[in-house]
């Protein structure tokens, strides 16, 4: 079975460019989760769906970042203007029910110059 | 405040050796999630205790859980090369969300 699929691995652009990361979810599963992972922060949750309805957007950053998810195979984390400081790995990850475990992408490792 | 917090510990042991980290938390759980991320890659789900269990086995892992202390312990037994990585916690309370902690990181010597 295919994993949670992100795209691109890895993505280098100058500073002020729109950025967009791209996540397929595990086919069947209800929820989808976006995470940014530092040094400094650790793994924070950036904004969840359910059955394609954002449900918590409290973690992300600023109006910056947005996100979508159009159908249950897909969604999007978009950051404009991208500023360094958010260069980060961001992953997706997708479960079947709320609080069980999560199958995560293998994430795109943003740097922002 | 972040709930999931390992003891912020890098661990280096040699093939073949136990390796325990443990885990602390804030509030009540349902229950509680170890994963494992080696370099590189996305975090990888390895077992899940629930609130109402004290001990959990999978293979070489142990995992405890004491919701008096609110805190977990997980156990890796005749460790392998292949088990450097780091290990992450994460709570699950009540709101479909897990708070994941900081990780530990384990090298194991061959």
């Known amino acids: 079975d295919a994993g949670v699929i992100q795209s691109p691995r890895h993505e280098v652009t100058e500073m002020g460019q729109e950025v967009t990361l791209r996540c397929k979810p595990i086919?069947?599963?209800?929820?989808l989760f976006w995470y940014r992972q530092t040094m400094m922060r650790g793994l924070e949750l950036l904004i969840y769906?359910?059955?394609?309805?954002?449900?918590?957007d409290s973690g992300m950053p600023e109006d910056r970042f947005s996100a979508k998810m159009p159908n249950a195979s897909f969604s999007t984390l978009k950051i404009q203007p991208s500023e360094p400081r958010d260069s980060a790995v961001y992953f997706c990850?997708?479960?079947?029910?709320?609080?069980?475990?999560?199958?995560f992408g293998d994430g795109t490792r943003l740097s922002i110059l | 405040s972040q709930q999931g917090e390992e003891d912020p510990q890098a661990l280096s042991i040699q093939e073949g050796e136990n390796a325990t980290m443990n885990c602390s938390y804030k509030?009540?759980?349902?229950?509680l999630q170890w994963y494992r991320q080696n370099s590189g890659r996305g975090l990888v789900h390895l077992i899940l205790i629930r609130s109402n269990e004290r001990e959990k086995h999978s293979g070489r892992l142990r995992v405890t859980l004491d919701t008096s202390k609110k805190s977990s312990s997980l156990l890796i037994t005749a460790s392998r090369a292949a088990d450097t990585a780091s290990y992450f916690c994460?709570?699950?309370?009540?709101?479909?969300?897990?708070?994941f902690g900081k990780g530990n990181q384990v090298v194991v010597i061959p």
């Open positions: 769906f359910n059955n394609n309805v954002p449900i918590d």
């Open positions: 990850a997708s479960t079947n029910k709320g609080n069980q475990p999560q199958h």
């Open positions: 086919s069947g599963h209800d929820y």
């Open positions: 994460a709570t699950a309370y009540g709101n479909n969300r897990l708070a």
């Open positions: 509030t009540s759980i349902n229950n």
